[in-house]
């Protein structure tokens, strides 16, 4: 054992050293893994252009979506028919990818998202009411879904106020609000006439299908704001995650970051809800994926974000194309989340718990 | 040195868990008897009250000198009667499954509902039914059985995963994604078939409405053997509150222990989930209610939950038939809407210790 | 740099009951202060108060002449530093990770890392003995070496003030020996304002200027050990019968507990 009492200065130097270089290969393996996670979802975004009645050859897709295209048959495939789903694939993965990993950081879980934490259920019951109580156009019902979302985070952290928030009361009282809202709405749903409950059953699987474009509009602009916004935020995220007492020890604000971060991350979720319903599990499985890849090397929020994009991405190629009958993406989604949990089962049994 | 100088540090072992069972014990039999009265009453009305007023006369008659072409007197023996013995028996069931959940994850918040259970029993009977066209409870019961099984083992795997272990916010959190898979499998399963999803949509809210007498003779011998085993597990449930470490140290097996309370768990939850859909709340909520009437020892909490259980279940669709103008509020709505609050009062009290 | 660092009519509680109620005190510049008591005598409670993790009930924590709830969380992070009893580490993260941590006083949004934060990770991490851990997780550390993490990360936070809850916890005697001599450098090398609750009383005594003695949640006797701590007073503040002698290495008190199976043998024997 070295005595560090006395530290010499040429110690200290060799140690700044060490840190240094530990530091550009993690910042490396993170830009590598980032980057190949990027370049997997272009080409999967194009992929998902490609395939379907009317095959399309990838420099097609690439030239069509610039408009540099010239073949009008071509143009009306790609821009006007499958464009728009898989940018509404791309984006609400995005947007969940990040949203799901701020969320197991603020609340300090891994298992912690806002599908169950009750803001996906508040866009539920808000959609399904608007569905079968006021049977409204489609934009209504995403905006519906917006406010839903909106209002249960809001009610959830008022709930969970007691001389600030811990992680363990938001969770738990969101999961209360949830099973309220998810009994209030199967009430609906049994209430309403068939058709209505079909349409309303559909919402609350999720499918990319469903974005309009003006949907798919907002969503844009808030992920060109929210996600370097996210970034910019980063910084007290990486402190929040010691501990309410070391976070402000440090001097972090405590209570107003949380009530940024968590905010932002509400907001990205509840519009990419409100775009194409409540999809699950991509919140949930984005960011241990993402957090897997780099390892300990960074904190992984642009990672999980293109995760997130990929596996709505791949749900939305099996859902259309790749079993026997169209299904909506959320059934797809839903059921990666199965090898999922079973592969976190099998990682605890690998490391001795869980008995 | 004097005895008196050696008892103040002498430890006593499990002084605080059977203590008091021996000093109340008269009146916490006497609760007993006036729980049995409660429940009287409550089923009488259960039997009593509907949109067909039927006099005590009819009723008695109904039983003694039943007369088959009366309708008031049909409506009480073939409707009536079997949905409040199912009522009964299901709560029960549901209230001691809940308190064993608590005890063996020493987790206040644990329910069968809020843990999944009773989806993954209700997900397997869909399945069952939709996709392997099984056909009649007695069979599809043991698809309720495996479904609630499987819910449990992946859940409780899932939420030992990490240092801490289980606790109570990843047990809700992995509850709540196994919930979420299951949900929209289900969904994704019957969304091809108008027929299927008519039933499901009734289903999924969980109701003892239009329970007749094969539902009530197919699924009470399960329950009667879970809630036998439910109301001898006492001891063994009182060995575990005090964590794995002491139990094992008292000289008990606790994986033997755990294994028969997790199957008794799942024939309670299957065969209630079976017979009447998927019911949140009552298994969280009862045992907290039995606790602070009688205390921590579990032999008189499972005794008072079994009892208190169907009233609470019995009160709940009562308040649903003649809340609702039109028609009725299922039990399940009634239970979500009741229930919900009374989760986030238990997770607000800022004592909210484990079990 | 000369720092002042005080309460005044402090009161500090959590539930319906002050735990600390209506104390002052004042913590010397440029010493090792230790505070010692009984647990849950409110010892972190109060350092939680007198670094503005809890809101006074009453009163108010003093910084240079400003009130410390008057000032900006950051500036008072650039002074003023504090590792918490029980603080938490996030899954997965490595050692260099979490030092690097404690520099988040000095960064905002356009200033991000530094050559400056790379030297004070490095210092921290040199003077705990922990460079060689530094790309391991957490995780897969002793508690000790844990332990030394911590501090290592309340060390690069680089403040004249340094406030540590029991930072000896889970070290071995060696560990404890070692780390207590190294806040005592940064105190002469570095003249930086040291408190620190420790509840082995013969290095409290040994190690700090100044001793504060505390029991339910008021200040019982406080001053330099030699002066303040005797059979008496442990007594009082513990409720443990014992012998105070020199210690044979530093002369400062050394406490020899009694016990209800342990007498003073009689010395002519
Ligand atoms: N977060 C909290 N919420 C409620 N009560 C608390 C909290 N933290 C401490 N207390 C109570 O305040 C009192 C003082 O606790 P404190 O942590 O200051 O004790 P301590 O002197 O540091 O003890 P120890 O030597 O065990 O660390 C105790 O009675 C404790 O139960
Ligand atoms: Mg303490």
């Not at chain 2, 008189?300 to 809340?323: E, K």
């Not at chain 3, 969380?73 to 590792?83: H, K, N, Q, Y």
Request: proline residues 5%; contains cysteine.
């Amino acid at each position: 054992m070295a005595t560090p009492t006395l530290v010499q200065d040429t110690d200290v130097e060799h140690a700044v050293g060490t840190i240094q270089r530990g530091r550009v290969v993690r910042k490396g393996r993170v830009l590598g893994v980032t980057t190949a996670l990027a370049l997997l979802a272009f080409a999967l975004f194009v992929a998902t252009m490609m395939v379907g009645s009317f095959p399309v050859t990838p420099w097609e897709v690439i030239a069509s979506t610039f408009r540099l295209g010239s073949d009008p048959s071509v143009d009306f495939v790609v821009r006007d028919l499958r464009l728009p789903v898989a940018t509404t694939a791309l984006a609400v993965g995005l947007a969940m990818g990040v949203s799901g990993l701020v969320f197991q950081k603020l609340l300090a879980n891994p298992l912690a998202s806002p599908d169950f934490v009750g803001i996906s259920s508040g866009a539920g019951l808000a959609a399904v009411g608007s569905i079968i109580l006021l049977n409204v156009s489609a934009m209504f019902v995403s905006v519906a879904a917006l406010g839903g979302a909106l209002v249960a985070a809001l009610l959830i952290y008022l709930l969970a106020w007691r001389d600030g928030i811990t992680g363990y009361r938001f969770i738990l009282i969101g999961i209360g609000v949830s099973e309220l809202m998810v009994a209030l709405t199967g009430y609906l749903i049994a209430r309403a006439d068939i058709f209505e409950a079909r349409e309303a059953m559909t919402w609350l699987v999720g499918s990319v299908g469903n974005a309009g474009p003006t949907q798919l509009r907002i969503l844009l602009v808030a992920l060109a704001v929210l996600l370097p916004l996210t970034l910019v935020l980063n910084r007290h995220l990486d402190v929040l995650e010691l501990g309410d007492d070391a976070a402000k020890a440090l001097g972090a604000n405590v209570e107003r970051m949380r009530l940024v971060l968590l905010a932002v991350a509400v907001v990205l979720v509840a519009l990419a809800t409100a775009a194409a319903g409540p999809l699950p599990f991509v919140a949930l499985i984005a960011g241990p994926i993402a957090v897997r890849l780099i390892g300990a090397n960074g904190s992984g929020l642009v990672a999980a974000a293109f995760v997130g994009a990929l596996i709505v991405l791949v749900a939305d190629l099996v859902a259309q194309h790749v079993v026997p009958v169209e299904l909506p993406t959320g059934v797809v989604t839903g059921a990666i989340g199965a090898p999922y949990l079973i592969w976190l089962l099998a990682t605890v049994n690998r490391e001795g718990r869980g008995g | 040195m004097t005895l008196a100088h050696a008892r103040s540090t002498s430890p006593a072992p499990g002084s605080g868990v059977a203590a008091p069972s021996h000093r109340h014990g008269g009146g916490l039999a006497a609760g007993l008897v006036v729980l049995v009265g409660v429940l009287a009453v409550v089923a009488f009305v259960s039997v009593t009250l509907g949109t067909r007023d039927v006099g005590l006369a009819t009723i008695w008659k109904a039983f003694t000198d039943f007369d088959p072409d009366n309708t008031s007197e049909t409506v009480i023996r073939e409707l009536r009667v079997p949905r409040t013995l199912v009522g009964l028996v299901a709560g029960m069931s549901l209230g001691l499954a809940g308190a064993i959940l608590q005890g063996v994850t020493r987790n206040p918040l644990a329910d069968p509902g809020i843990m999944g259970i009773n989806t993954g029993a209700s997900a397997f009977i869909v399945v069952s039914i939709m996709v392997l066209g099984v056909q009649g409870l007695g069979t599809y019961i043991w698809f309720g059985f495996l479904g609630a099984a499987v819910a449990i083992f992946v859940v409780y795997g899932v939420a030992s995963f990490g240092r801490e272990g289980a606790t109570p916010v990843k047990l809700a959190l992995a509850g709540a994604a196994v919930t979420a898979g299951f949900y929209s499998v289900t969904t994704g399963v019957v969304m091809t078939n108008v027929d299927a999803l008519n039933e499901l949509r009734f289903w999924q809210v969980g109701s003892i409405a239009g329970r007749y007498w094969p539902v009530f003779t197919q699924t009470a011998p399960f329950m009667a053997v879970g809630v036998a085993v439910a109301l001898f597990s006492g001891r063994a449930l009182n060995g575990l509150s005090l964590g794995d470490d002491m139990a094992v140290a008292l000289g008990q097996r606790i994986r033997l222990t755990r294994s028969i309370m997790f199957v008794s768990v799942a024939v309670l939850a299957g065969a209630a989930t079976a017979a009447c859909g998927p019911i949140v709340f009552i298994g969280l909520v009862v045992p907290h209610v039995a606790r602070a009437l009688c205390g921590p020892d579990y032999r008189w909490v499972m005794v008072y939950t079994a009892l208190l259980s169907p009233i609470i279940l019995l009160s709940a669709d009562i308040i649903g038939r003649v809340s609702a103008g039109d028609g009725e509020l299922q039990v399940g709505v009634v239970l979500g809407v009741l229930g919900a609050p009374a989760f986030i009062a238990l997770v607000r009290r800022r004592d909210l210790a484990e079990l | 740099m000369t720092h002042e660092l005080r309460a005044e009519d402090l009161s500090l509680g959590y539930g319906p009951q002050d735990v600390v109620s209506h104390l002052d005190v004042e913590i010397p510049d440029g010493k090792i202060t230790v505070i010692v008591g009984a647990n849950a005598c409110g010892k972190s409670t109060l350092l939680r108060g007198l670094a503005r993790l809890l809101a006074p009930r009453t009163g108010s924590v003093i910084l240079d002449g400003k009130r410390v709830q008057d000032l900006r969380s950051v500036e008072v992070a650039r002074v003023l530093g504090l590792l918490p009893q029980t603080p938490v580490a996030p899954d997965g993260i490595t050692v260099a990770d979490l030092v690097g941590r404690g520099r988040y006083p000095h960064q905002s949004w356009f200033r991000r890392w530094s050559a400056e934060d790379d030297a004070a990770v490095a210092a921290a991490m040199e003077s705990t003995g922990t460079a060689e851990l530094a790309d391991r997780p957490l995780s897969a550390l002793s508690g000790g070496q844990r332990q030394r993490v911590w501090v290592a990360m309340a060390l690069a936070q680089d403040t004249d003030l340094v406030l540590l809850d029991e930072p000896t916890t889970y070290l071995d005697i060696n560990h404890q020996v070692e780390l207590l001599d190294l806040l005592t450098d940064l105190n002469r090398r570095h003249a930086k304002t040291i408190v620190l609750v420790l509840h082995d009383l013969n290095l409290a005594c040994r190690y700090a200027d100044h001793i504060i003695a505390m029991k339910a949640g008021a200040i019982i006797r406080e001053g330099a050990p030699i002066d303040v701590i005797d059979a008496a007073v442990v007594t009082e503040v513990f409720g443990l019968p014992c012998e105070v002698l020199p210690d044979p290495v530093s002369r400062t008190p050394m406490i020899v507990p009694r016990g209800r199976h342990h007498v003073p043998v009689p010395e002519s024997v």
